[in-house]
């Protein structure tokens, strides 16, 4: 993430710059999602009743299921940026690498909601509730796989030695990435399963 | 500091040859240069649909082509002009090129996701070419329901616009990482040429603003591919709302067309008047304050689409103030020529030209601001002439303004000035006889003859910079005698820009006869 | 379309917004010679004199209160035009009371009118001088739009929405009507027309069972007129270059291949189902958008067209 040329010979102005960089790419993400729970906020003004029959059709067990597995891959997340803070680089891997293993987790949940609903007959077709159901969990959904990649990616650079107690910024910058996408989650839950 | 003389054999970051060198390239310059000539073969396809709109209007009855096909054309020609050139052409073709330069950094702040960002706008207009097999005739801004139930190759499209939007968001996010991280010791914000105020604001509307049209082309590929119907009455949506989402995104992305090329005015207008900007600090925060206000006036769009008189009002009121500081602009921009010693090369004659018709475009927003009048004028000829001048006899003619200033900086070669100037005679003369008539009465004959005129200028103009390439006298690096840095370094500057970082340690438009 | 102002305005109402529209040219105007003026003024007056040496020019880079005075400025003259243009508006938007309701819904390429008293027309509106008429506006398919020039009035047609447009015709005479949002290859075709009556005119119309032509029209003429009103030519040329759906000339008493691999003759029972229920038997070749005018033509005129195809030999 550094230039390319001796620009960067300040490794702070490069950390700096990558910082100032993911916090605006999470901006631009706030209004990609932001758009979606816009057109959640205008049907569910417009069809209350419809809302509350719907959601409960949501499997709530499963989804606070997820959430616990979310916050708890965030927080290994967060054990993991310490670690390499601390140069500890075996110890990030492992972290980062049970922050991916619950993002599966996760996506197996999701895996198994999603193909009850189809069995029981309901797509995103099906009615508005479910359109805005399927289109927040599934572009959720593919967040979630993007960040496992990242992660991913993060624990080959790790690998391959190149990350240290002064130079993290892969690390911390995708665990910017991953706590956002369980941030949004934590907002996801509420709206679609919670709420009546 | 002292102007860097070029170094080796005068070709500066165009010496390495291949295609490797260019399609793996991290170097800013090369990355603008190909948006450069990608935006412009956009800019000549989308205008020659505009020719052929122009033939088929010279007959009231379909003539040459049939209804559809009419209506495909209009489509193709708004969006890509829209998505293919003017978006992107500025910021990320001459942005890209002289943000570095212009804050004296050697690259941007992320070079791979520079260079990604091109791949991904390529990606994009391969996808929105693939569409053509089955075309769109919804219009550019493909309202639904018509663009759901269409034949067309909806999904494929609106995958394509997708990633043109993904391509313009990592380009706004470079440069305001760039701009606030890579500027050169010494350059305060205060001593940022206007191009880079511009350039700033424009990317934090590209930031912000995108990602909602991106959703907005997803949920309508959701609508074809699984039945989602957000938009779609039948199914309990509503079409009013792909127009808020959309008309969300599109009413700040004119301020992502018109600010850059405002940035490019005010570099001009100093350097060919040899006089100071006239009120700096006004030309800087107006173009945050258009940014932001940009953002609360989308319903403008949407008068007669039955939202109510209240949403309405607000709308129009808040409209009217993104006039003050557009105003603003072009005050300080004459006052500027005042007591000046203007010479009119061709950079000068379109930045003139720029304001001389972004006066009469912007003169004529108001009666679409206000409620009354706009419900007459609504979905008119009027709204068309109003958006070209805006934007081709405002953004295009500064556009056209930046490529003759930055042509020997790019190039390391001259233009020629009489065939520039022939050119540019043929440009203003043909672009008003084209659009002034709308305002009033359409005339399509008048309109397609001076198209005919329009498009001669153009190619005329496009002949000269080929003509430059092959053969122009070389450059030296400061033809113009200005004061930003881009003029530091070499005609062409070399892969790292600069050979020591300057220290910057004035105004960059100190022009003006010291007093004794 | 016309952009013709300051004459034609076909109401009070559309005088006041040809008012508003007076108001802002005269401001523009001032504000095009002023600027324009300046800067054409300025940059022949200070153009380098000498070819190789600049004018001296002083180092102004400001002035307060010039600056200060075109934000002010600017400001109000917007602040006053935002004014005059919205009262004028909610005047526009808010209807007089006891108007009389008209049911307009548009479908690709039609405008399907219902009158309070249950009579149906396509195409074509009728009321009378003097009396304010509330539309209520609603789409079938995709969005059109219901545009009164004359009037000053324009309202979006929404599928699955109700809008609302009302006017207050004085004027005798009649009035265009366009579809001013894009909906399909028919949309430039897609016209209508309010016909303002004198009140006595207008109440003979209605006596008559609201039919245009005298009692002794010729049927097949009757069917020509309404072939011509009726949006049909939006789809079916008469003969020719072939639009959407088969050419009328020709086609009574041809031999007519369908879809399913059938063939009937185009006699007048065919003819009249193709009018009610044109998917009952689909033209082989041709699409199936074709819409119903079941509900909007009444039985005497499908018989008229029908007539009238017959003398397209």
Not at chain 2, 78 to 107: E, K, Q, T, Y
Not at chain 3, 70 to 96: C, E, H, K, M, N
Request: hydrophobic share 50%; aromatic share 14%.
């Amino acid at each position: 993430m550094s230039g390319h040329t001796g620009e960067h010979a300040d490794p702070a102005v490069a950390f700096e710059s990558a910082k100032l960089g993911v916090w605006t790419f999470l901006a631009t993400e706030v209004l990609l999602f932001g758009a979606l729970f816009t057109a959640y906020t205008v049907f569910r003004m417009q069809y209350p009743e419809m809302f509350r029959v719907e959601h409960a059709k949501l499997d709530r067990v499963l989804g606070a299921v997820n959430t616990v597995v979310l916050i708890t891959s965030s927080l290994m997340v967060v054990l993991g940026v310490d670690a390499i803070k601390r140069g500890k680089a075996r110890l990030l891997e492992a972290c980062f690498g049970a922050t991916i293993l619950l993002a599966a987790a996760f996506l197996c949940v999701k895996y198994v909601e999603y193909a009850a609903k189809f069995h029981h007959g309901i797509y995103p077709r099906t009615n508005i509730f479910f359109s805005i159901y399927f289109m927040l969990t599934g572009l959720h959904g593919v967040h979630v796989l993007l960040g496992m990649g990242l992660l991913s990616y993060v624990i080959v650079l790790s690998r391959r030695g190149r990350l240290s107690a002064d130079y993290f910024t892969p690390a911390e910058m995708s665990g910017l990435y991953w706590h956002f996408v369980d941030l949004v989650w934590i907002y996801l839950f509420p709206l679609l399963y919670l709420i009546g | 500091m002292p102007v860097e003389t070029e170094s080796g054999n005068g070709r500066g970051y165009l010496t390495e040859r291949g295609w490797r060198s260019w399609a793996f390239t991290l170097d800013h310059k090369r990355i603008g240069a190909m948006y450069l000539w990608s935006t412009i073969v956009f800019f000549l396809i989308g205008g020659v649909f505009a020719l052929l709109l122009r033939l088929e209007l010279l007959s009231p009855q379909a003539k040459y082509f049939s209804n559809h096909t009419y209506n495909v054309f209009f489509t193709l020609h708004g969006s890509m002009m829209i998505f293919l050139f003017i978006i992107p052409a500025i910021p990320s073709g001459l942005g890209n090129f002289f943000v570095p330069l212009h804050i004296g950094a050697r690259d941007v702040a992320f070079p791979r996701l520079n260079l990604a960002s091109y791949w991904v706008f390529a990606a994009g207009f391969l996808v929105i070419i693939g569409s053509l097999v089955a075309p769109m005739d919804t219009g550019w801004t493909f309202y639904t329901p018509y663009s759901a139930k269409s034949a067309a190759a909806v999904t494929t499209l609106s995958l394509g616009i997708f990633l043109i939007g993904m391509s313009s968001i990592l380009t706004g996010l470079n440069f305001l990482v760039t701009i606030h991280k890579m500027r050169a010791p010494g350059m305060t914000w205060h001593r940022l040429p206007l191009f880079i105020w511009g350039m700033y604001a424009t990317s934090i509307i590209q930031v912000v603003a995108t990602p909602v049209v991106g959703v907005t082309f997803l949920l309508l590929a959701a609508e074809r591919l699984l039945g989602v119907g957000f938009f779609d009455p039948s199914k309990g949506g509503d079409p009013v709302l792909f127009q808020h989402f959309f008309w969300f995104y599109s009413h700040p992305v004119v301020y992502v067309m018109i600010l850059p090329a405002m940035g490019i005015v005010s570099e001009v207008i100093p350097v060919f008047s040899r006089k100071p900007i006239f009120g700096y600090d006004a030309i800087a925060y107006s173009s945050l304050a258009i940014a932001f206000i940009g953002f609360l006036v989308w319903g403008h769009h949407m008068f007669t689409s039955g939202m109510s008189p209240l949403a309405n009002a607000i709308f129009s009121f808040l409209t009217f103030f993104v006039a003050v500081p557009t105003a603003v602009k072009v005050f300080n921009w004459i006052a500027t020529l005042y007591k000046g010693s203007i010479t009119f090369e061709s950079p000068m004659l379109y930045a003139l030209t720029f304001i001389f018709l972004f006066i009469v475009g912007g003169l004529t927003g108001p009666f679409l601001g206000a409620l009354a009048t706009n419900v007459q004028l609504h979905d008119t000829y009027f709204v068309v002439a109003h958006f070209h001048y805006t934007m081709m006899g405002g953004t295009v003619m500064g556009f056209f303004a930046g490529l003759h200033y930055w042509f020997p900086k790019m190039t390391g070669k001259m233009l020629n000035e009489k065939v520039a100037r022939a050119a540019w005679a043929l440009v203003f003369v043909g672009f008003n006889v084209t659009f002034f008539t709308m305002f009033i009465h359409v005339e399509n004959v008048i309109s397609t003859i001076g198209s005919a005129v329009l498009a001669a200028g153009i190619l005329l103009m496009c002949w000269n910079f080929l003509q430059g390439l092959r053969k122009g006298a070389p450059a030296p690096a400061n033809p113009w005698r200005a004061l930003t840095l881009e003029w530091k370094a070499a005609s062409p500057p070399d892969t790292e820009n600069f050979h020591e970082i300057p220290v910057v340690t004035e105004w960059p438009y100190g022009y003006g006869t010291p007093k004794a | 379309m016309d952009n013709v102002h300051a004459f034609g305005a076909a109401s009070g109402q559309a005088a006041r917004v040809d008012g508003v529209f007076l108001l802002i040219l005269v401001i523009g105007v001032f504000f095009f010679f002023l600027t324009q003026g300046m800067l054409i003024y300025f940059a022949v007056k200070y153009r380098r004199r000498l070819p190789d040496r600049d004018n001296e020019t002083p180092t102004i880079t400001g002035n307060p209160l010039f600056e200060f005075l075109w934000i002010l400025i600017p400001s109000l003259v917007v602040v006053a035009i935002f004014y005059y243009g919205w009262r004028v508006y909610t005047d526009q938007r808010i209807p007089v009371a006891g108007a009389t309701e008209v049911h307009v819904n548009a479908r690709q390429w039609m405008y399907e009118i219902k009158y309070p008293d249950g009579r149906t027309a396509i195409n074509e509106i009728r009321v009378p001088a003097g009396k304010p008429v509330k539309f209520i506006l609603s789409a079938t398919d995709v969005l059109h739009g219901f545009y009164l020039p004359d009037f000053r009035v324009k309202m979006d047609m929404i599928p699955g929405r109700v809008t609302t447009l009302w006017v207050q015709p004085d004027r005798p005479g009649s009035y265009q009507i366009y579809c001013t949002v894009y909906c399909g290859t028919g949309h430039s075709n897609m016209l209508a027309r309010l016909v303002v009556m004198p009140q006595r005119e207008y109440a003979e119309w209605v006596e008559h069972g609201g039919r245009e032509g005298g009692e002794h029209e010729p049927l097949a003429v009757r069917g020509e007129r309404i072939v011509k009103n009726a949006g049909c030519l939006n789809c079916h040329a008469v003969e020719g270059k072939e639009k959407i759906g088969p050419n009328f000339r020709g086609l009574y008493g041809s031999k007519v291949p369908l879809e399913d691999g059938k063939s009937v003759t185009a006699d007048e029972e065919f003819l009249r189902e193709s009018i009610v229920d044109p998917g009952a038997k689909v033209v082989k070749g041709y699409p199936n958008v074709m819409p119903t005018f079941k509900a909007t033509l009444p039985r005497e005129d499908t018989d008229a067209v029908v007539e009238y195809l017959k003398t397209l030999k």
